[in-house]
């Protein structure tokens, strides 16, 4: 069986573990992220979330 973690996206893969911290220790992460770090994750968090 082929291992899906590596086709994961550098992006993907920052979206999984935002949703694994949590939002409290997400949001003290993305306060250091830059306008389009934020627009990103924005843009890939629901496609992996809940």
């Known amino acids: 069986m082929p291992d899906r973690r590596s086709k994961l996206t550098g992006k993907q893969k920052a979206a999984i573990l935002m949703i694994a911290l949590g939002t409290d220790v997400s949001a003290h992460i993305m ?20």
Do not use: N
């Not at 306060?31 to 809940?50: A, S, V």
């Open 31 to 50: 306060k250091q992220f830059t306008e389009q770090e934020i627009e990103d994750m924005t843009l890939e968090i629901p496609m992996h979330g809940k």
